[in-house]
């Protein structure tokens, strides 16, 4: 059987689904299978195919079948340990390395909740600086540490296990504090798109009845950790829970501001550290 016989054979997925799975399953680029279409697969190949296709048909994210997401322009490895990348996230992304830009010396940078690892990873590749990890997950923290090495950052990063901040047993001085920490409320999980409910990981999704658990506790922290005039940057989920967050921070002696997405959402608190109050 051919290429493109086999793509108009398999029904019930999108036309880019499919040759993203064919590009998977025969190791091949995706220019190879636009460009090659009367190719011949062997039994082999077909019978494996098939069986991916069966997994996307019934719901299993493709990140998770081929094992890849692209984010920042960059291809990272994922598995079921780990959320899958979200566009939103480079807003984070840049904004770290806009304000890390600014810094003289050697700001003294941690990734909370790192998953796997998208975020000190950008910032470690783009800044040149070196990042420190934290997730609660060891299986994510192998997925996070495989991708830094892919990236050509395991130099500069560093994982560690740890439940948010706790691993840090004395006053710090982090510039920067970064963080996209699980946010999604209670009421709100059911009605998540079943590729995401039912296969991605509830640690990394389920964030308590108002979606705020972590973030109270971490920033009831923050100030043993972040430097005078150090920065805090976190995502979240809309006006609501930007309102909240803000209203935490700003308690704490931070100055806050917020950033939309791109379908106008409140998806980033930006926040300095002034004073302790």
Known sequence: MTISRLISELKGITWIE??????????????????RPD????????KFIETIFEERKIGKPLAYIINSKEFFSEEFF????????????????EEAINIIK?????PRIVDVG????????????????DVLCLDISREALKVA???????????KTIFVCSDLLEVIKEKSNFHL??????????KEWKCLMRDVRDYEPELALLGGEDGLDLYRRLINVLERVIHKKGWFLCEIGGVEQAEAVSEMLIKKGFT????KDYSGIERIIKAQWINSL
């Not at 600014?102 to 050697?106: A, F, N, Q, S, Y």
């Not at 540490?145 to 130099?155: A, H, L, T």
Request: net charge positive.
């Open 114 to 129: 790192t998953g796997s690892g998208i975020i000190g990873i950008m910032i470690a590749k783009h800044t040149g600086k």
């Open 177 to 186: 504090v970064v963080a996209n920490l699980p946010y999604v409320k209670r």
């Open 78 to 93: 994922v598995n079921e340990s780990v959320l899958i990348p979200r566009p939103e996230t480079e807003i984070l992304v």
């Open 102 to 106: 600014d810094m003289k010396g050697h």
């Open 39 to 46: 190719e011949a697969i062997t039994e082999e190949k077909i």
């Open 18 to 35: 499919k040759i993203s799975l064919l590009s998977f399953a025969l190791s091949k680029r995706k220019e190879e299978i636009l460009i």
């Open 145 to 155: 540490s495989i991708n830094s090495e892919r990236i050509g950052v395991k130099e």
């Open 256 to 259: 806050v501001s917020t950033i």
